[in-house]
């Protein structure tokens, strides 16, 4: 059953302290994607990558959000310096990236983090 | 900048009856997605609607899409209490299923 999957499943830091998220997208998926739910805000896409390469991260705060994928089967979201107001539940969520009409997003089950 | 809204945002129902969940947005789009969240859960795929008057069914739940009114509605019909759940549709912004703007999600709950 092929799935995402995202490391951690909690963390707890304190304001400061680097935060690296990370995500193996499903097996022969080549666009990734970064989304972050809060009760006030709702989900929000962050950032996405097609074949590794960054396609959009204008949603992601540029001063302390940085996301990468250093191979094929690895995204990471880090936040640094992280403050109170990052506390959110991220998801990661993967697709084919054809463009197909049956075509979706497989979400991951997310990181749920509280900055202290 | 593209709008999504639903309607309502939390819907109390009982087991048995039947109701709608409205999906308003602000631009054009030819693709539109509902997903289920169960509470601390991830999202689950639903529906992917892709073209004026698409019509999808699973179970007891039945979307639809409408790209001139810029509606999408989600029927439950004869709710159980494992449709409770948040409910979310999401606009496609490229056609690629890429950028997608989700609403703001309806919180159903079915009781007994």
């Known amino acids: 059953d092929a799935r995402v999957t995202q490391t951690p499943r909690h963390k707890v830091t304190e304001m400061g302290q680097e935060v690296t998220m990370r995500c193996q997208p499903i097996l022969g998926h080549n666009t990734v994607f970064w989304y972050r739910q809060t009760m006030m805000q709702g989900l929000e896409l962050l950032a996405y990558f097609r074949n590794r390469a960054p396609l959009d991260d204008s949603g992601m705060p540029k001063d302390r959000f940085s996301a990468e994928m250093p191979d094929a089967t690895l995204a990471t979201l880090k936040i640094q310096p992280s403050e109170p107001r990052d506390s959110a539940v991220y998801f990661c969520?993967?697709?084919?990236?054809?463009?197909?009409?049956?075509?979706?997003?497989?979400f991951g089950p997310g990181t749920r983090l509280l900055v202290l | 900048e593209l709008k999504v809204e639903q309607n309502p945002l939390f819907l109390s129902m009982q087991e048995g009856k039947n109701y709608t969940i409205y999906c308003n947005y602000s631009t054009t789009s030819d693709r539109l997605y509902w997903y289920r969240q169960d509470p601390g859960k991830s999202l689950e795929s639903l529906f992917v609607?892709?073209?004026?008057?698409a019509v999808k069914q699973e179970g007891r739940l039945m979307a639809s899409l409408d790209t001139k009114a810029r509606l999408s509605t989600l029927h439950i019909t004869a709710a159980v209490h494992d449709l409770s759940a948040t409910y979310f549709c999401a606009v496609d912004r490229t056609g690629t299923a890429s950028k997608l703007t989700f609403g703001t999600g309806t919180r159903l709950q079915v009781t007994l």
């Open positions: 609607l892709l073209s004026n008057g």
């Open positions: 969520a993967s697709g084919l990236g054809t463009g197909a009409p049956e075509e979706t997003q497989y």
